[in-house]
């Protein structure tokens, strides 16, 4: 099956500093990831569509200036948190569609983000 | 509106045991799909099953089958022979809009529910 890899699986950053996480479609070709937010024990909230040589599209209530989304390849997108509050902590995971039409999104392994 | 509705919390079932995890869902596009994920306390998100609007048979894999009643907009997923490595968080989904060009392909999630299987 097609694989999704994000990196970094954890991380622990200060208040105040910026953080990226890079998700990367290994065996196929993405023009379409997403990014999702998820609080222990809680559903995964979808943020924002990344679109490869476009704009992203965020949810309602996602702050574009928070979650900088940046799909720089047909196999990788990028999110960064900046200026990174202790309420920005949560595990980040990204997603792609695979290659049929109507199939599952494979999802990457996520990312733990702890800010200090 | 809520679109994906999982109202179980939490569900025990002993090993080897059969257990239903319920999903309802509320769309009125005719072309959807319907998935279940599993995420163990790794948090990797772990694909289970996929059933289409237009499919006429419900969806089996493995030990998992999808009970599928299009009228009533539920879609229950079964697990038969309970394994203790099915402890879980199991999460339903809903795709919109698969045909034409409203396929963005974002899933939308119910709350999960929690399952523990008790040797």
């Known amino acids: 099956g097609a694989v999704v890899s994000q990196h970094p699986s954890r991380v622990i950053c200060k208040s105040g500093t910026s953080v990226k996480i890079e998700c990367r479609s290994l065996?196929?070709?993405?023009?379409?990831m997403f990014w999702y937010r998820q609080f222990p024990k809680q559903s995964l909230m979808l943020m924002a569509t990344s679109n490869e040589g476009s704009k992203a599209t965020y949810e309602q209530g996602v702050e574009k200036d928070k979650f900088l989304i940046n799909h720089a390849s047909l196999t990788l997108s990028t999110l960064t948190v900046t200026s990174a509050h202790p309420e920005d902590s949560s595990f980040y995971i990204c997603?792609?569609?695979?290659?049929?039409?109507?199939?599952?999104?494979?999802f990457g392994e996520g990312s733990r983000l702890t800010v200090l | 509106a809520q679109k994906i509705t999982q109202t179980q919390p939490g569900m025990f079932v002993q090993e080897k045991e059969a257990v239903t995890l319920d999903c309802t869902y509320d769309?009125?596009?005719?072309?959807?799909?319907l998935f279940w994920y599993k995420q163990p306390s790794s948090g990797e998100m772990i694909f289970l099953i996929y059933?289409?609007?237009?499919?006429?048979q419900n969806a089996t894999e493995g030990r998992y089958s999808l009970n599928f009643q299009k009228a009533r907009k539920s879609a229950n997923l079964v697990i038969s022979a309970s394994q203790l490595g099915d402890s879980a968080m199991y999460f339903c989904a809903m795709r919109e809009g698969l045909s034409g060009s409203g396929n963005t392909g974002k899933l939308i999630f119910g709350q999960g529910t929690t399952l523990q299987v008790k040797p």
């Open positions: 769309t009125s596009d005719p072309s959807y799909g």
């Open positions: 059933q289409g609007s237009y499919d006429q």
């Open positions: 065996d196929f070709q993405a023009t379409t």
């Open positions: 997603s792609a569609p695979g290659p049929a039409a109507a199939g599952e999104l494979f």
